[in-house]
């Protein structure tokens, strides 16, 4: 079982900067991959970024490429997203989750079980 807390949404303008973090609980952290999606008011849940076991791997959607980066610290069971140049359609509640299943790196939500219970995040024109 892992229990996933974010942290570090707020209101920004346009342009700024914002860093997501994500806590978990349990000793088996590295043995999941990590993933963060966000929600939209009236939209269905999207993949953002990903990152493997090790964090080695990284991946990301191709409407925040070059923008955010994604992170991770086995040491500390945390994984962050550190969102530069943000727009006001980055607007959304930003979900952490945990899992490894086939699909991960493509933002496939089944291949996730385990999920936080989201920060806002919202971006002023």
């Known amino acids: 079982q892992v229990q996933l807390v974010e942290s570090g949404g707020g209101l920004v303008q346009a342009g700024a900067s914002l860093r997501l973090s994500c806590a978990a609980s349990g000793r088996t952290f590295s043995s999941y991959a990590m993933g963060w999606f966000r929600q939209a008011p009236g939209k269905e849940r999207e993949f953002v970024a990903a990152i493997s076991r090790s964090g080695g791997f990284t991946y990301y959607t191709d409407s925040v490429k070059g923008r955010f980066t994604i992170s991770r610290d086995n040491a500390k069971n945390t994984v962050s997203l550190q969102m530069n140049s943000l727009k006001p359609e980055d607007t959304a509640v930003y979900y952490c989750?945990?899992?490894?299943?086939?699909?991960?790196?493509?933002?496939?939500?089944?291949?996730?079980?385990?999920w936080g219970q989201g920060t806002q995040v919202t971006v002023s024109s």
């Open positions: 989750a945990a899992g490894g299943g086939s699909g991960y790196s493509r933002g496939t939500m089944n291949a996730y079980d385990y």
